[in-house]
């Protein structure tokens, strides 16, 4: 029942984050905070990664910024709207500002951070003036991205002519949701704003780093294309939840991270037996809340990922298949069309890797090393004398029980899944999403599986520390 997505253009959408150096990001978060009241913008997160080679920026050398003078080019412009406030607060704090400027576009100024890394701020022209509020980020979001170019006319005819990006009325690329792209000659010969991290993200093939990740609809007809263009690309990342992404190279060597988001499917299953509607989380809403957010945001939430289908169906066919009929219906009525990923989850004993009846295979590292529920804890239960409530067990986010519901499973014999119980105490196991687990809690643990195998032989469970 799924309807695959169709798309006619693979140009950018919109910018969706920031990577940006850094020698010490607490310490740069920290002055970020103090003078701009976040280390992010309103819009997105701005995170601050620790460089492989000290006093890295994303600067670069151009002399066409003031045209014949070389000058140290700053890389993102911010928008805000308390420019002169902000501008006095920087001063009065000493840090380094170009003088402010006026132009029919509106008031810019360029400040250099701790790290050496230059931005500008500009409040548009149209922009209301707002005071300066203390609980409220200064910075808007990124308007604009200026990358070195050793032929800047070819460059910006790469990004119009292949990629397909629109351009504004002073002939420079934009996104759909109106950010700018702009190049510059470099003074320095393969100059880029990419910097290296000081180590290597999971699977990533090296430490190199774009400045930007930038949000396409049909990820894997962009990457496809570019292959088939003889285009620099490194291969596809699936990050579940956060979506799936892969690096693209410009003509410049400017790497970009292009990312499609996608929405996983997960399922409670301490509400097993109830209303489906409960049980069934999307991004972590209810299924209305989720529809509502979508009506109103187009460009968002088209890929949406069911893992461990193969166990959902298995275990609850009714409650899949209503879930799986509202985004099909909604998609008629709204002219929204969905991409719908079954992917199927299979224990380390099972030989099973191929793709079964047309659907896409994942296996998580996780869960093929270890073939295993895992054990967690509830620190907002802590308190609770009860201690099956100060735990839960899960099969990364997408799966969670109570330790009852997964003796019923188990004794019902619904799934092989409910054969092993692993306990997780590693932050360097599974460090996004690890919350550490109480002694107490892991003894009763311990004992309440060791009674359920005297009581139920046939059904044991085994557990794995």
């Avoid at 910097?195 to 400045?211: C, E, H, Q, W």
């Avoid at 609809?217 to 620099?232: A, I, P």
């Avoid at 109480?438 to 059904?459: I, M, S, Y």
Wanted: negative net charge.
């Amino acid at each position: 029942m799924s309807i695959m997505l169709q798309t006619t253009t693979s140009a950018f959408n919109k910018f969706i984050c920031l990577y940006l150096p850094a020698d010490d990001s607490p310490a740069l978060s920290k002055w970020y905070t103090e003078h701009f009241n976040s280390p992010e913008t309103r819009k997105y997160c701005i995170f601050w990664e620790p460089t492989k080679e000290k006093g890295t920026t994303c600067n670069f050398m151009t002399d066409e910024y003031i045209p014949g003078k070389p000058y140290e080019m700053f890389a993102v412009r911010f928008e805000t709207d308390c420019i002169e406030a902000l501008y006095e607060r920087l001063s009065n704090a000493g840090v380094p500002l170009e003088p402010m400027h006026s132009d029919h576009e509106g008031i810019t100024f360029v400040f250099t951070d701790p790290q050496g890394n230059k931005f500008q701020v500009r409040q548009h022209a149209d922009t209301e003036t707002q005071p300066l509020r203390d609980d409220v980020p200064a910075l808007i979001e990124a308007s604009a991205l200026f990358f070195p170019a050793s032929d800047p006319e070819a460059t910006r005819k790469w990004y119009s002519e292949l990629l397909g990006l629109e351009l504004n009325d002073s002939g420079w690329p934009k996104t759909r949701n109106g950010e700018e792209i702009y190049f510059y000659r470099s003074l320095i010969p393969g100059q880029t704003t990419n910097f290296d991290k000081n180590a290597v993200m999971g699977d990533r093939p090296s430490t190199l780093y774009s400045i930007i990740n930038v949000a396409v609809d049909d990820l894997g007809e962009m990457h496809k294309r570019m292959q088939e263009q003889g285009q620099k690309v490194e291969i596809i990342y699936d990050r579940g939840g956060c979506g799936r992404q892969f690096q693209l190279y410009d003509p410049d060597g400017n790497m970009l991270d292009i990312w499609e988001t996608q929405t996983m499917i997960c399922k409670d299953f301490n509400f097993d037996g109830g209303d489906w509607k409960q049980q069934y989380k999307l991004d972590g809403e209810d299924i209305d809340s989720f529809l509502t957010r979508v009506t109103k945001s187009d460009l968002n939430h088209r890929r949406i990922v069911i893992p461990g289908y193969n166990i959902l169906h298995q275990v609850d066919p009714k409650g899949l298949q209503s879930l799986l009929e509202t985004l099909h219906q909604y998609s008629l009525e709204h002219s929204h069309p969905f991409e719908i990923i079954k992917r199927d989850w299979y224990l380390i004993d099972t030989d099973a890797t191929e793709p079964v009846d047309n659907r896409e295979v994942f296996i998580l590292p996780t869960e093929r090393a270890v073939g295993a529920i895992k054990v967690y804890g509830r620190p907002w239960c802590e308190d609770s004398p009860n201690w099956k409530d100060r735990i839960e067990l899960q099969i990364s986010f997408f799966f969670v029980f109570n330790i009852d519901l997964f003796f019923k499973h188990a004794l019902e014999g619904r799934h092989e899944i409910f054969r092993r119980i692993q306990i997780i105490n590693d932050e360097a196991s599974v460090p996004w999403y690890l919350m550490k687990i109480d002694p107490e809690a892991v003894k009763e643990l311990k004992l309440a599986v060791e009674q359920f195998n005297q009581e139920h032989p046939d059904h044991a469970i085994e557990l794995i520390e």
